[in-house]
């Protein structure tokens, strides 16, 4: 078993910056890959970004390069969404997921285990 618990998100002005925090806990989650997903309404949800405890970032949405950057501190078994220059089309709600196989992240899409969401809101 792996528990998300994802905090940070808030309103902001285009332009401005959040930074999401996803803490995960249980015994083997060092094994996990961990990404973050938006959900807008009306559109699919999509990988956001993701990262392995003991690798390099992996992935980075086209709609987010050079704006969000995804990282981890593997002492506190947290990862991080440093989100910059953000825009009205990046509200949403933001969920940390995990995958055991990268794959089923990365390329599927899917996870094993959920946060609970926060949401961002960014007005024009």
């Known amino acids: 078993q792996v528990q998300l618990a994802e905090s940070g998100g808030g309103s902001v002005q285009a332009g401005g910056s959040l930074r999401l925090s996803c803490a995960a806990s249980?015994?083997?989650?060092?094994?996990?890959?961990l990404g973050w997903f938006r959900q807008t309404p009306g559109k699919e949800r999509e990988l956001i970004a993701a990262?392995?405890?003991?690798?390099?970032?992996?992935h980075h949405a086209d709609s987010v390069k050079g704006r969000f950057t995804v990282s981890r501190d593997n002492a506190k078994s947290t990862i991080y969404l440093q989100m910059n220059s953000l825009r009205p089309e990046d509200t949403g709600d933001y969920y940390c997921?995990?995958?055991?196989?990268?794959?089923?992240?990365?390329?599927?899409?899917?996870?094993?285990?959920w946060g609970q969401g926060t949401q961002v809101t960014v007005s024009s």
């Open positions: 997921a995990a995958a055991l196989a990268a794959h089923t992240l990365v390329t599927l899409r899917r996870a094993d285990y």
């Open positions: 990262i392995r405890w003991t690798g390099d970032s992996m």
């Open positions: 249980g015994r083997t989650v060092s094994r996990y890959t």
